[in-house]
């Protein structure tokens, strides 16, 4: 099982059970001030279960539930803003036999404190049986409020990738004015697993030929890939063009995890803004927006941009719509030529989540003084020069230790990644 902010995952049934969620659910309904959660789930063949399981641990605490049904991660937190909390069954991007929970409150992901809340077991006091009521949601009329009409009827084609974006992520382009074909509409018979950004996308390059774009979502619909031009746009794109839009709206103040590309930082100061990096992960980037009461931003290396006037959390579905919106004007063009001229490596390597601490801590030690600049509010970050960075932090989802470069040169970024890869090793040999 992996608990983070990120949510608690694992395989159901096997390190993630009924048990589990029963605990969990118990404790955070003492975080749950308003005694009202709205819950949803995507499609995984487990959710309809853990769904059941985590309302029943509500009601028995006293908390009113509002089942959504099968809908996107963004439109659960879309909602939670009404009712004051909110679960997610999801495990995300995760293989089909994972699941988990991701937990909101005020309209958020949980804070690192509340993490501690919900995995200590909490004492509960004797209450009334909350109620359940089955609900609709709004989100699809906000967002497209929110966007405008797009003109000039924009063709489309959407790749659900058997996910929970199925009816609402086609419903807001259609209301937009776009023309929408739907690829992988269902589980069953998807082309494609459920992560977007490590998936080739053959099928949805295929579909698009001469079509304007392509969006290709996760299972729970906060990660958004885009097919454009022929060819799979890099995951930072997706947070690039969203980050566009928003200075084209007059946007000045963002925040981007540590991890996102500099060509997108680099874009947002070039236009008469200012960027915060935080440490990876959706809850870290909130938090840092909202003390530094920043206007949007995101995580360039899960395809994930912010809005947070409209939803603290990536939202895949929200960001769709919204580049649809940039499409043939001399925005949309700006940041895909600025970004083309930076590269990015990643790589990762299978590490006992036991030995991810001390591989980065011997890591620090044999780096010192081989770069200029060592960040380590997320990892281990090196400046290898204004524009060449790489990037080594221990995943909050899966045994793996992650590598990530740019620079300005392909050649140079992979030369930069297989050194310091080299050195992960060397480390890792060094704790075992």
Request: glycine share 10%; with cysteine; charged share 25%.
């Amino acid at each position: 099982m992996k608990i983070s902010i990120s949510g608690i995952r694992g395989i159901f049934g096997n390190d993630f059970t009924q048990k589990d969620v029963l605990k969990f659910c118990n404790s955070f309904s003492t975080l749950v001030k308003s005694k009202k959660c709205v819950i949803g789930t995507d499609t995984r063949p487990s959710c309809h279960i853990i769904k059941e399981t985590a309302a029943a641990a509500l009601m028995q605490c006293g908390i009113d539930v509002f089942d959504l049904g099968m809908v996107p991660t963004p439109v659960v937190f879309r909602e939670s803003r009404k009712y004051g909390a909110g679960i997610v069954v999801t495990s995300s991007h995760n293989p089909l036999e994972w699941n988990g929970l991701k937990f909101i409150v005020d309209g958020r992901g949980i804070n690192e404190d509340e993490l501690a809340t919900v995995v200590n077991e909490q004492v509960t006091s004797k209450t009334k049986i909350g109620t359940e009521t089955l609900i609709g949601s709004s989100y699809v009329d906000d967002a497209a409020e929110l966007i405008g009409k797009i003109d000039g009827n924009p063709k489309t084609v959407v790749d659900i990738g058997g996910g929970a974006a199925k009816d609402v992520a086609p419903s807001l382009l259609k209301k937009l004015g776009c023309n929408v074909k739907i690829i992988n509409e269902n589980i069953g018979n998807s082309t494609r697993g459920p992560d977007p950004t490590t998936d080739n996308l053959k099928d949805l390059i295929a579909n698009t030929g001469s079509k304007d774009i392509g969006f290709a979502f996760d299972l729970d619909a906060d990660r958004l890939v885009v097919v454009y031009g022929g060819k799979k746009q890099s995951s930072d794109v997706t947070l690039g063009l969203g980050v566009a839009k928003a200075l084209e709206l007059g946007y000045k103040k963002f925040v981007f995890s540590i991890d996102t590309s500099i060509s997108v930082e680099k874009f947002v100061t070039q236009n008469g803004g200012t960027v915060q990096r935080s440490k990876v992960g959706e809850a870290n980037v909130i938090d840092l927006m909202l003390k530094t009461k920043a206007q949007a931003g995101g995580e360039g290396s899960s395809a994930g941009f912010i809005l947070p006037e409209f939803n603290f959390c990536r939202d895949g579905v929200l960001t769709s719509g919204l580049v649809a919106s940039m499409l043939g004007t001399a925005t949309f063009n700006d940041i895909l030529k600025f970004m083309s001229n930076y590269y990015q490596s990643r790589d990762k390597i299978t590490i006992s989540s036991d030995l991810h601490d001390k591989t980065v801590a011997k890591l620090y030690e044999n780096m010192k003084g081989k770069f200029s600049e060592i960040i380590t509010i997320d990892g281990v970050k090196a400046i290898v020069d204004e524009n060449s960075w790489v990037l080594v932090r221990k995943s909050n989802t899966e045994d793996i230790i992650r590598i990530s470069s740019e620079s300005n040169s392909f050649e140079k970024a992979q030369e930069i990644k297989n050194q310091v890869l080299d050195l992960v090793k060397k480390s890792h040999e060094q704790v075992k």
